[in-house]
Structure formats: structure tokens, C-alpha cells
């Protein structure tokens, strides 16, 4: 199925989500005085018509056109407010926004995203400014998804920074009920961040979701699955809610607002209203420790090789779904193929993985990461000792061009001037974060994001074990510490995680935190205990010879105490990680080749206690997790021949 914009709704598709598109970039338009921090108003240029609100016709009951467009600076959920009514209007005639503006023709116009919005005038209104408009029982204004935006400051603090607002209303030049402003100069720029032409696809590729039978045989689930949602909540607060609280797999999420305290969502089937899952990976991005001071300044200039989009696997809902648990009860998750009382997932996201004949291959294809030669480690076109990941001793670099649509060296229609969205890109071009969380991934860093995965078996599930092509991040407690009380203790399931690398996010970790502050730990403090009990087989980095100028572990993989990644830094006391389990190492990953750079710098901090141990229940074959891998062998070690009479 594909997973973009042009294919949706699908027909058997209910969940109301739709796939996340561009809302494209706006004129430009600047500040024409400084702000405040916290200020409610924005005085600009001219607010650019996507962000008026709204923009509205009406017609009179036979159907001919009255009087449009006008504005209004806001609205409530069952009026618009701050309305300037050029004629008479009479109670039940029709407002709606119209395409083009002023016509008889019902349209987005300059709301996009919202179909044809159309309601009902109640009770009449005089000519004048400001009126207010009331809607007939029962109906609701639209949602309006263009109140997000970015402030690109120009020297308030000389830093650069880019901050996201959220504004309810808006006049011809000033931006209204504004929450999040910082503080900035004269000519600050104003931008949705998008750098792609409006309605452009921000998740790309396909997607098909199959289930196997106890008899082998394979079923295609994909619908039924996407039917339970594929989206996420909102990051910086509760506030919004789950807007699919059953999803198993989590496509996308609610975008940001101005504040947590904050939510002017009021449409989820608004396609602008949501975002790509996006994560920063510091240790994926930064070549050497030294490129960038530790700071947490949103200023820091991110790479695109830290920025991983994610699909994100709810673990609690995908248990309840194989059990047949409600909301569950009608799936066919019941018939699922076990192994050992447990089930398998395997997963492959290849979206953006593409070869200079735009073939697939499962790695990143980006083998210039080591160039000892190099101060600030930047490519230097040779295939250094630890770059050869595949060991096919040719060095890999198509992974260093974009992609788009399947095709080799592409990118998204649309970027304005001077954006890093060009076929010009590398890995390691710099952009700022906003653009990081609002636009379709160009290179092939793909991971799983597993969260909710504290109590597998108080769900019912015995055992399950996750297999990716791609690097897994393991969100908060796994296995262990169901209801945050119960540490190893209670409950659990034989699990496992197979990967191309592994990396342990706490109870704290949120992708927002780890894009706003790249390189600054200190600003990704992890929980005080997160709890871990699976066994893990994944890949790690290849040794080479230690760089002038880097920490002395550097060309080392970490050692067995940091086979499992990090990003946070020392968190609460006692800022412990605690885990149970067996960790073997087979292979070099080839899609997570940040290499080791030691701690304490950039990427993360030494947690001051790992609680590391065995776990015994890998010495009882019945207590494994499903699909392990299992070895016999004989080696001989003595011969005798015994010979008796009678024999």
C-alpha cells in the first residue's frame, strides 16, 4: 500500500488518519519590530494568506453568492470572531471557504487540508467590523492547521535560533494569541519549515504488514492493522491526548505546539496536522567529538546522518492484538504462528535505501566515516581500515546522494533557495531542526522504535522477539518493571531483540529533546532507573587505528559494557541502568555506522551504575525466546575401543 497523500483514503482504510503531507513553504514575510519572550503578538510584513482565519463566502439559500471573501482574526469551536462584514447577512444562509476566493465554488482556499469547509449561519448578522458569527446547532468551525510555524531569529542572541510558535488568529499584518514567542529581532523570517511543494508526502514508500499461520501459510493484515491508526501523540504534552489509541504501528505522529499546556489540534483528519517520526541520533551524526561544543543552543546545526526516521511498534497494543484482547477481539492476530509459546516480528524499512541504479540493498551504502587523516573527520574519498562494513573492500558512497520516489540522486519538488534539500546533499550537510522535523527523509537512516514494552507478559504474551534489517531504539522499560514498582521482579516474557544495533533509550528520552538539543547530554537526562530484560543479538562498529587528535577509545567498538548505545546523560540519582539478559555479536552493522567516540562529550554520559547481569532463564531451553537460534555441536576429545568375549 502506498503512503502517499495521491492514494489516500483507500477504500477498506477507517481510521481517519490520513498520511502527513507538506503544507509547503510560505512567502516570505519578516518582523517589522523586535518581540518579547512570551509576547501573544507577532507584528509582521503580511501575514500570509494560509494563515488568515479565515477567509470566508457566503450564500444565500437558493445558492447565490452574497457577499466574499472576508476574514475573521479567530474563531471558537462554535463561532467566528473578529469578523469584518462587508453587507447584511440573513440567518441560514451558508458560509463557507471558496476556491477561487470569492467564487460560488466551495474549496480549501486558503485553508488547506480541510476539504470543503462549509456551516451555517445562526441568527443575523449586521454589516460592520468586528461581528461575530454563530454557527447552527450542532456544527463545529474547522480545524485550521496552518497556526504552527517556525521564527527564524536573525540576532537576538546572535545565535541563529529557529523557535516554533503557535498562533490562534491573525490580521493582515499581525500574527495574534501567540504562544512560544522568544524573543527576536527586527526581521525575523517566518516559516513553516516545509521544503517541499504543498501536499507533498512526508512518509514516502509503501508499506504491507503480512501474518503467518501455525500451517506456514502467509495472510496479508495490513489493512486491519492500519485500521486501528498510524498515528502518535503529540510530544510536548498530554494535553492532545492519543488521537489513535489502538494503533499497533505508529506511522506518524501529532505535531508539535507552542506549549505543552497548549492544544489547538482540533482535527486529526487534517493531513497537516501531523508529522513524520523523527529522532536525532548524535552518535550517527557527529564525525568527531570535537565539531561541535556541548551546548544546548537549538541553534546547533544538525548532519543528516543523526536525523532517523522511525516507524514506531507499540508493543502493548501489538500483544493485545495476538491475544485477541478488546480492543482486539475481532482481529486475526489469535491465528498468529508461534515459536516456543511466543511470537516473532520481523521488520524492514528500506524506504530511501537506494543504489546508483536506484537498486536496494538493506545498507546504508555510506562507508567515508573514519578519515584519520581528517581534523573534523570530514569524507575524504578513500576506504579507511573500519570503513568497510560489508567487507566487500569497495568503498561504498551511494548512500551519500539523496533519494526520492525510488529514484537515485532526487529530491522532493519545491525547496526554496539556499535549502540543504538538494541533490547537492551528503550526509554530513547541516540543517536546522525545524526542517529535520517537518520534512521527508532524503537519505536511508531508518530505525524501529519500540515503546510500551514494560509488561509483555502482564498482557498475556510469553514470549516475543523482535528481528530487524534496520537499528532498533528501545524506549523505556522493556520486559521489566510493570507499573514502575516492580524493578525484575514481577511477571515477564522471554524476549529478545535482533538488530542491525541496538540503543536504549529511558523513561525520560523524547525525540523533540534530542533534535532541540543535539549535543548537549546534559539536556537528555535520562530516567533515574530503566529497566531492560531481553536478549540482544546486534551488530557493532569495526576496530581501527585510533585518529590524532580523538579520545583514546576512539577505533574501538565500546566493549561489551557499551554494546548497547546510548544517547542521554546522567540523569537522577542513583541514574542507573539496569539489564537482564545475553548479548552476542555476530556481524558490523551496516545501517547504524556511527562509530564509538566514548562518552561524556556529545553523544552521552556514563550512567553512573550499570546493573548488568546474566539472565539465567537463557539456561533452560524452554525458557528461551521464540526463534532463537540454536547450535549443537560434538567435539570429540578421546576414542577407546573396549572388546569382550561374548560380545
Known sequence: ????????????????????????????????????????????????????????????????????????????????????VPANLTSGWTMYVST??????????????????????????TAGNPKTLSLAAGQRTWAFAANTFFISDVGATGSGSSTQVTCTGATATQFTGCTGVPATKTG??????????????????????????ADGSWHDVTMEILNY????PNLKGSSCGDPTPNAVVRLQRLRDNGTAASCPIGDTSNAYEWWANVLYDTRE????????????????????????????????????????????????????????????????????NRTEASNETGEYGWEDFVNPGATNGAPN???????????????????????????????????????????AATPTTNLASPLALVNRAVFFRRSIKLTNGSNIRGEGVTGLTIVAENPVHVQGDWNANPGGTGGFSGAHAATAILADALTLLSNNWNDVTSLQSPYSPSARPRSANTWYRMGVIAGKSMIFPRPSGTGSTVGTDGGAHAFLRYL?????SPDTIHYRGSMATFYYSRQATGV????????????????????????????????????????????????????
Not at 188 to 213: C, M, N, P, S, W
Open 229 to 232: 491508526g498510524i498515528g502518535g
Open 100 to 125: 477561487p476566493a470569492g467564487s460560488a465554488t466551495p474549496g480549501p482556499g486558503n485553508m488547506p487540508g480541510n476539504g470543503v469547509p462549509m456551516v451555517t449561519l445562526n441568527g443575523n448578522v
Open 188 to 213: 525575523a523570517i517566518v516559516t513553516t519549515g516545509y521544503h517541499a511543494a504543498i501536499d507533498t508526502g512526508t512518509l514516502g514508500g509503501f508499506i504491507k504488514i503480512e501474518r503467518q499461520d
Open 596 to 647: 564509538f567516540k566514548g562518552s561524556g562529550t556529545v553523544v552521552y554520559q556514563i550512567p553512573a551504575v550499570r546493573d548488568f547481569a546474566f539472565d539465567t532463564d537463557f539456561l533452560t531451553p524452554a525458557l528461551l525466546p521464540p526463534n532463537t537460534p540454536m547450535f549443537r555441536d560434538m567435539n570429540a576429545v578421546g576414542f577407546s575401543q573396549e572388546l569382550r568375549p561374548g560380545k
Open 1 to 84: 500500500m502506498a503512503l502517499e497523500p495521491a492514494a489516500w483514503p483507500l477504500a477498506g482504510y477507517t481510521a481517519g488518519t490520513p498520511v502527513a503531507r507538506s503544507l509547503g513553504q510560505v512567502a516570505a514575510t519578516t518582523t517589522t519590530a523586535n518581540t518579547t519572550a512570551g509576547a501573544t503578538t507577532i507584528p509582521v510584513n503580511a501575514v500570509p494568506a494560509m494563515f488568515l482565519k479565515p477567509q470566508l463566502t457566503v450564500k444565500d439559500a437558493v445558492g447565490t453568492t452574497i457577499v466574499g471573501p472576508f476574514t475573521c482574526t479567530t474563531w471558537t469551536d462554535t463561532q467566528f470572531q473578529g469578523c469584518n
Open 568 to 572: 542521554e546523560s546522567n540523569g537522577p
Open 381 to 423: 574519498g578513500t576506504l579507511d581500515a573500519g570503513e568497510d562494513v560489508n567487507a566487500d573492500t569497495v568503498r561504498q558512497v551511494y548512500g551519500g546522494h539523496p533519494s526520492y520516489n525510488g529514484t537515485y540522486t532526487t529530491v522532493p519538488p519545491g525547496a526554496p533557495a539556499g535549502s540543504p534539500y538538494t541533490t
Open 285 to 352: 551524526s557527529v564525525q568527531r567529538d570535537s565539531n561541535y561544543p556541548q551546548t544546548s543552543s537549538p541553534a546547533a546545526p544538525l548532519t543528516f546522518n543523526g536525523v532517523m526516521h522511525h516507524v514506531t511498534l507499540d508493543v502493548r497494543n501489538l500483544s493485545r492484538w495476538f491475544l485477541g484482547t478488546a480492543p482486539y477481539n475481532t482481529g486475526t492476530g489469535t491465528s498468529a504462528r508461534t515459536d516456543n509459546g511466543g511470537y516473532t516480528v520481523y521488520f524492514s524499512d528500506r524506504r530511501g
